[in-house]
């Protein structure tokens, strides 16, 4: 069975301080790890990782991707109260004939920015 | 554990077909969602329920139609299926209230229009 697991569950930090969110996973035949953070009404989408592109970076956010140890990290710098919300890691799974097989998701990281 | 099953996890119709996902949650949860996932796009919203028989239309609801007649089961409908429409679909379900940031996922129907 695919397991994503994310830690810490909830964070609570000062605005101005960076946080590493951390997404471990055990999926066969992987495909791609996203990264989404959700408020009020849907998850927003932040990234996708693949083999083909382990780091990405947008502004203060960014991730990597350690294929081989298996996991993620999602790091925020120079926090804003405008980042509180839940941070939601999925990997994307293949099927034996190349298609995708579905998303896992993890429970996600509610993350809190103090002023 | 909160539990949201989808009906199918794959599944293949032809175009002009009338086709109904469902999908159930097992924790008495007010708030239901779909989505739709395509590489490259992210999660999108296509309706959600915060009651029994009530919906609200998400970002893209054009070609989709919903059902909610019981708390636990949230429907997507998609009247006459078309080949834009291939893509894996989420249901997803939350707490109400103030505390509904987090959601619940299902694991997703994969379908394919031909």
């Known amino acids: 069975e695919d397991k994503v697991v994310q830690s810490p569950l909830s964070l609570v930090v000062h605005e101005g301080d960076t946080v590493t969110l951390n997404c471990s996973y055990e999926?066969?035949?992987?495909?791609?790890l996203l990264w989404y953070k959700q408020e009020k009404k849907a998850p927003t989408f932040l990234f996708m990782l693949?083999?083909?592109?382990i780091e990405k970076k947008s502004g203060r956010l960014s991730s990597i991707l350690d294929k081989k140890e298996l996991f993620s990290i999602l790091n925020i710098t120079a926090t804003q109260t405008g980042d509180s919300a839940v941070y939601l890691c999925?990997?994307?799974?293949?099927?034996?004939?190349?298609?995708?097989?579905?998303?896992?998701f993890g429970k996600g990281t509610h993350l809190i920015i103090q002023p | 554990d909160v539990k949201v099953t989808q009906s199918s996890r794959y599944l293949v119709k032809r175009t002009g077909e009338k086709v109904f996902l469902e999908c159930v949650q097992d924790?008495?949860?007010?708030?239901m969602f779909w989505y739709r996932q395509d590489p490259g796009l992210g999660l999108r919203l296509i309706y959600f329920?915060?009651?029994?028989?009530?919906?609200e239309k998400g970002d893209i609801p054009e070609g989709y139609s919903v059902s909610r007649e019981k708390k636990e089961r949230f429907s997507l409908i998609l009247e006459s299926a078309s080949t834009n429409q291939t893509s894996m679909y989420l249901c997803?379900?939350?707490?109400?209230?103030?505390?509904?940031?987090?959601?619940?996922f299902g694991p997703g129907t994969r379908l394919t229009v031909t």
């Open positions: 997803a379900s939350s707490r109400g209230g103030e505390a509904s940031i987090e959601q619940y």
């Open positions: 999926v066969t035949n992987f495909r791609s």
């Open positions: 693949t083999s083909s592109g």
């Open positions: 999925a990997v994307e799974a293949g099927d034996s004939g190349g298609g995708a097989d579905g998303l896992t």
């Open positions: 924790m008495d949860h007010e708030n």
């Open positions: 329920s915060y009651d029994v028989k009530m919906k």
